[in-house]
């Protein structure tokens, strides 16, 4: 009988041990909180977070224009497909081509300043568009033929330039002719040409906002 009673004894004195050794004693007579694993307390990466990534101009190709100038052609090609620049970017755009515009007038900007505000103008585009403009492949021919359809003499000449009556003309050639009519017809080079579109891209943009 005594025997059986230190055996009894034992066995229960072990079973309190082993309980005590799995638990995490707490204050106030609070139940025991039980520790997980450590794997488990290690949240899983969430693996289908999207991960966005820029688009660049493409200037690589044969017969390119810069940058200012694929930018700014660029704007007004897309006015004639389902990417054209939505109303929220033609605000923050039309402040960043009149900025680039006044800088480029007063003759003492430098490049550096120049290329930043050109960065962001192309940071406003998104994604889709900087690829719809790339997938375009707009060149000096592209452009030429844009000039004489909007009635402005690349190179060397003079006379006053008309800008034709507007009927049947893109947004692009529209805006081109609302911003340099009755001025002169004949560009000098590409910095003549740079003025007359950046112009036209403003006025583009003026009218969507």
Request: glycine fraction near 10%; charged fraction near 10%; include cysteine.
């Amino acid at each position: 009988m005594k025997r059986l009673t230190i055996l009894t004894l034992t066995t229960i004195l072990a079973l309190l041990l082993a309980a005590c050794g799995s638990t995490t004693p707490t204050p106030n007579g609070q139940l025991p909180i039980q520790s997980e694993p450590a794997a488990a307390q290690q949240a899983p990466a969430d693996s289908a977070t999207p991960i966005t990534q820029s688009v660049a101009l493409d200037t690589s190709y044969e017969n390119t224009l810069t940058q200012r100038l694929l930018l700014a052609f660029g704007t007004l090609k897309l006015a004639e497909t389902n990417n054209a620049v939505t109303h929220g970017q033609a605000a923050e755009m039309v402040l960043l081509w009149q900025a680039l515009q006044t800088m480029s007038q007063s003759g003492n900007s430098a490049v550096a300043e120049t290329e930043a505000l050109l960065d962001q103008i192309e940071g406003s585009f998104s994604p889709e568009q900087i690829t719809a403009i790339n997938a375009l492949k707009l060149s000096q021919t592209d452009l030429q033929t844009w000039a004489t359809e909007n009635n402005v003499t690349l190179g060397t000449g003079s006379g006053e330039g008309g800008m034709g009556q507007g009927q049947g003309l893109s947004p692009d050639a529209r805006a081109t002719r609302q911003a340099a009519n009755g001025k002169t017809g004949s560009v000098q080079g590409e910095s003549g040409l740079s003025a007359v579109i950046t112009t036209s891209v403003i006025t583009y943009l003026q009218g969507i906002q």
